[in-house]
């Protein structure tokens, strides 16, 4: 929740955060009074500050998330200090304890500039008391931080001295004032400055451009032009601020008899056309310029060289029409260009940012999931098996997670048996404690009758439903041939093959404890993400002769491909039976995307991508596939990348080709020894037989690189913001095996602190392999002899 002085602006900002006081914490901040903290503010000096009454213990977690971070933020300038509340005090930032935990954000050097309002009486009240000074820029953006509220503050920087900026991101206040669009940003101009009469309210006009930059500067400029201008000479020549803002001009004309009616016109149309044109009173009787008799309107645009148009309008209605048609045409095209050159804000690469941008407006139907407390969390998870998200409200990614979470309920409801619920740890610290939750957000699936299992798959509403629907025992106990056979068929949990497109069934002699074991500890390992099974009865045999099947083994069923294969288990502990699945539940000629890309880059083979813009052709997916089952790609990833689904695809091809080359294009990228890069050549048609050869050129080194991948580190612009490190170094404190870990479920639920721990080892994998670092030494190339390189390489 935002209160009444919510400003931002990049040059310098200042933060204040009311809480309430948690001893522990803050023992290395420094403690000013209230008075003393603003004395030392400084114009474009960054202060982090929080004011404190009273001890709780309630925002523990985040007071200590706080004191971390007080050595980074200084490290960019940015000072932390803690300022003591007395029951005296009247600063409306220690208020009573019913009105902390809200965060005021304002800037130091433009405090008084721009004033952040949250009602229709704030902006009644900063209009009144500016009638006769000062002129207002009033202006509505849907959340702090998007491209408009930057424009916003950077004409604040320029004329905040001039005029006095009110900013407000409430949708009930522009509704307020007769605007009911509230999905675009909006600025008005109150003209107070000539209001002597304080019974009158403020003319306002309405920018009707979209907020940028240039275009609040180009109507800023024309609220400080004159109104009207009277003039004497050739319209031709005139030359005012308008025409350089690329504004056309609208001459009323008038003479010596009609002069007072005609200037009274002139105004009302100067008013109704502020910002966007520039209205002046030309003086017939005084010009030496012909101008035909009938004409009493002449207008310019504001291109060189264009003549001049002489009017005859009727009406003022149609006079304002007329501009406004031009203008608006002028308005399309220069809106035309700019949707082509400027991102689109809804899609990015930082998904949290992404998700808080779409989503910053949009109502939760919060009512979907149960908020828990810490009166109601035991009662409520011991009767009836739930999922609870913990999370933090101060925190971006635990918000941004929120809308997906609440997509999952709306996907959900009326249709599982599993309660969804969230517990807010920003005011159940405790709680979340006694759940073993250090890090937001979390989600837990509490059963009855069993602990809890944390959920360690992506934050999003597809995994997270894939995790739930398939919360079924692994492995499933078959009992019987037939029931195999249905299960293999996908017949038994056919309900299920569209969240898991592989069944898994391990086949073991009754006798083989221990393979069964180490099978049962990895299906319980991949609870959640794949479906796993287990046969081990007596005439287990007909289902190994029948599928060629050396005991132990695993039987794959692809059910998209709609065949069996399998795979023996001799000698594989549980962590090698994971690799195994995992691997195989990955596509064999996948579509690459931001999203997927770890995962293939995990396996440390070269890619052999590709690229397309659209859908690819069926003979070259006919073709790869064949050279993926006749075994000739098993030291490649093939995969490929779809420009329209994936435009970075763009950039990648450009850094390799300096140009962007023509499509569909194959190329195979070895980012794991050399790093370099090779083009299937364009004049070679994609078959069966043209890929091999040239594979096998390139096996032969016989085939020349068209660039080489800078061997170049990603690092971060100072040691602060280096957390990959700090994650190395956190996960050290923990050692774990090298191979992917799983434990027994039993042993998981014991204790939930050790699962997390768990999780931070599982998770750093796929970590790791974002960095594109360490990569194993690839033999599939004569480059690959080199020596061992450290080193980042880019895609």
Not at 257 to 281: I, S
Request: proline share 5%; with cysteine.
């Amino acid at each position: 929740m935002m209160s009444s002085s919510f400003n931002i602006f990049r040059v310098g900002i200042s933060v204040v955060i009311m809480c309430i006081f948690y001893k522990s914490a803050v023992d290395s901040l420094s403690e000013l009074s209230p008075q003393k903290y603003f004395s030392t503010l400084q114009p474009g000096k960054a202060s982090l500050a929080y004011f404190c009454q009273a001890d709780s213990p309630r925002t523990s977690i985040f007071l200590e998330e706080l004191n971390e971070a007080i050595t980074p933020l200084q490290d960019y300038g940015i000072s932390v200090a803690k300022v003591n509340c007395v029951k005296e005090e009247t600063s409306r930032y220690c208020g009573k304890e019913e009105d902390l935990m809200k965060a005021y954000l304002f800037s130091a050097l433009l405090f008084n500039e721009v004033k952040y309002i949250t009602t229709l009486e704030d902006l009644q009240n900063i209009e009144n008391a500016l009638k006769g000074k000062a002129n207002i820029a009033f202006s509505y953006v849907r959340a702090i931080g998007t491209p408009e509220h930057r424009a916003v503050m950077e004409a604040a920087f320029v004329y905040g001295t001039t005029y006095q900026f009110v900013l407000t991101t409430e949708t009930a206040l522009l509704e307020s004032i007769g605007n009911e669009d509230i999905e675009n940003a909006h600025l008005y101009f109150f003209h107070c400055k000539q209001v002597l009469d304080l019974t009158l309210q403020c003319r306002r006009t309405l920018m009707e451009q979209p907020l940028t930059t240039l275009n609040i500067h180009q109507f800023i400029k024309t609220m400080e032009a004159p109104l009207l201008t009277e003039v004497t000479e050739d319209p031709q020549q005139v030359s005012t601020v308008h025409l350089q803002l690329g504004l056309p001009l609208v001459f009323i004309v008038s003479q010596q008899a009609t002069y007072e009616a005609d200037r009274r016109t002139a105004e009302w149309v100067a008013w109704r056309l502020l910002g966007k044109a520039g209205v002046l009173l030309l003086l017939r009787d005084s010009l030496e310029v012909d101008i035909p008799q009938h004409s009493n309107v002449i207008f310019r645009r504001a291109e060189e060289g264009v003549p001049v148009e002489f009017l005859v309008l009727d009406d003022i209605d149609s006079l304002i029409s007329h501009v406004e048609s031009n203008v608006h045409i002028e308005e399309i095209q220069e809106d035309e260009d700019e949707d082509t050159k400027s991102p689109n804000m809804d899609v990015q690469d930082d998904e949290v940012a992404e998700t808080v941008y779409r989503d910053r407006k949009r109502p939760l139907p919060l009512e979907l999931t149960v908020e828990l407390t810490e009166e109601t969390f035991n009662t409520t998870v011991v009767a009836s098996d739930s999922i609870v998200l913990f999370y933090a409200g101060w925190q971006a990614v635990s918000m941004a997670f929120l809308q997906s979470y609440i997509d999952l309920a709306i996907k959900l409801k009326g249709t599982s048996t599993m309660l969804l619920t969230r517990v807010n740890c920003a005011d159940w610290s405790d709680l979340c404690t006694k759940q073993n939750v250090t890090e937001f957000p979390v989600v837990k699936m509490y059963k009855e009758g069993k602990n809890p299992v944390s959920y360690v798959g992506m934050l999003g509403t597809e995994d997270l439903l894939k995790f739930i629907q398939l919360r079924i025992s692994c492995p499933v106990n078959i009992t019987s041939v037939q029931e195999a056979e249905e299960y293999l068929s996908g017949e038994l949990y056919k309900d299920l093959i569209s969240y898991s497109s592989v069944s898994v069934l391990g086949l073991f002699s009754p006798n083989m404890t221990t393979a069964k074991e180490d099978f049962t500890e990895a299906g319980n390992y991949l609870k959640g993400y794949a479906i796993t099974g287990i046969y081990s009865e007596e005439d287990v045999l007909i289902l190994s002769d029948k599928y060629a099947a050396t005991l132990p083994a695993l039987l794959l069923s692809r059910h998209k491909e709609g065949k069996i294969e399998s795979i023996p288990l001799a000698n594989s502990h549980a962590q090698d039976i994971i690799q195994i699945i995992t691997n195989a539940l990955l596509e064999t000629f996948p579509e690459i995307t931001v999203e997927n890309l770890p995962i293939y880059l995990r396996l440390q083979k070269p890619l052999l991508i590709l690229f397309s813009d659209g859908s690819i052709n069926p003979q070259y997916k006919k073709a790869i596939l064949m050279l993926v089952k006749e075994k000739h790609l098993d030291s490649l990833t093939p995969c490929w990348l779809n420009l329209k689904n994936t435009p970075v695809g763009r950039g990648i091809l450009q850094s390799y080709f300096d140009t962007m080359p023509p499509l569909p294009l194959l190329v195979v990228v070895n980012l794991h020894s050399g790093g370099q890069v090779f083009a299937f050549p364009s004049d070679q048609a994609i078959t069966e037989q043209n890929l091999l050869l040239w594979l096998k050129k390139l096996e032969a080194g016989l085939e020349n690189h068209i660039t080489i991948l800078p061997a170049q580190e990603w690092k971060p612009p100072l040691p602060a913001y280096d957390f990959l490190s700090m994650m190395d170094a956190a996960a050290s404190q923990h050692p774990t095996r090298k191979d992917p870990e799983c434990t027994k479920e039993m042993d998981v639920q014991e204790n939930d602190k050790k699962q997390h721990e768990d999780k931070s080892a599982i998770i750093k994998e796929p970590i790791e392999t974002l960095r594109i670092k360490h990569w194993n030494r690839s033999n599939w190339f004569k480059e690959g002899e080199k020596s061992f390189r450290h080193d980042n390489k880019e895609l």
